[in-house]
């Protein structure tokens, strides 16, 4: 089974400020998707961005980008000229390119980041 | 707007007294899924359902029941809940078991039993 893992609880980011969310997981499987979700206090789950495997191409959408490091299985967030906006709890999320069980999102347990102004 | 409705989103009830919530999605997703979020251990996923009359287990299923009638629908049945159930509840549909759609995620449910 496909584990994925957040071992910072919290990270604190000065406003204008980049910041790094690390995340690694495990998997045996060659293919498979990377999400990065937004939990605001108003709990919506926002889709931040995604990354597919076999692409070598890290993903970026605006401020936000990621570094895939395949080998590693290491997928951190980073954002850029960090905003009020970005105070949330981020979750990393794998899905596997199997359907049926294996097609839900094994999520992270989490990281809660605060943006000081 | 293309959208996962749930309802309600605070819920409050005693221990025994049956109580469902409900997902609603307007996107003719054929895939819906079930998730609870507790402090510590992120979202853990429930049930889910690859399309109509079709659902299964997932990781934490005991105690709760789901149907699939319709593709929009997909409610989450506490037949006696526990205190052990309280919890954050997500309704999520994509556009099938396929593994680049994203989970488009409810508002939640806030469920407090006692």
């Known amino acids: 089974a496909q584990t994925v893992t957040q071992s910072q609880p919290e990270m604190s980011v000065q406003e204008a400020e980049t910041v790094t969310l690390s995340c690694t997981y495990d998997?045996?499987?060659?293919?498979?998707?990377l999400f990065w979700y937004k939990q605001p206090p108003s709990r919506q789950m926002i889709l931040v961005i995604r990354?597919?495997?076999?692409?070598?191409q890290n993903a970026t959408e605006n401020r936000f980008s990621v570094n895939f490091q395949k080998a590693a299985k290491s997928f951190s967030l980073k954002i850029s000229d960090s905003q009020l906006g970005d105070a949330a709890m981020y979750f990393c999320?794998?899905?596997?390119?199997?359907?049926?069980?294996?097609?839900?999102?094994?999520f992270g347990k989490g990281i809660t980041l605060s943006v000081r102004p | 707007e293309a959208q996962v409705t749930q309802n309600p989103r605070y819920l409050i009830t005693v221990t025994g007294k049956k109580l469902t919530v409900t997902c609603s999605q307007n996107?003719?997703?054929?895939?819906m899924s079930w998730y609870r979020q507790d402090p510590g251990l992120g979202l853990r996923q429930i049930y889910y359902?690859?399309?109509?009359?079709?659902?299964d287990k997932g990781d934490v299923p005991e105690g709760y029941k789901v149907s699939r009638k319709e593709k929009r629908n997909f409610p989450l049945i506490l037949e006696s809940p526990s205190p052990n159930q309280t919890s954050l509840y997500f309704c999520?549909?994509?556009?099938?078991?396929?593994?680049?759609?994203?989970?488009?995620f409810g508002n939640g449910t806030r469920l407090t039993v006692t």
């Open positions: 999520a549909s994509s556009v099938g078991g396929a593994h680049n759609s994203p989970l488009h």
């Open positions: 998997t045996s499987e060659s293919d498979y998707y």
């Open positions: 990354q597919e495997a076999y692409k070598q």
């Open positions: 999320a794998y899905r596997s390119p199997y359907t049926g069980a294996n097609s839900k999102l094994t």
């Open positions: 996107m003719n997703h054929e895939y």
């Open positions: 359902s690859m399309n109509v009359e079709v659902t």
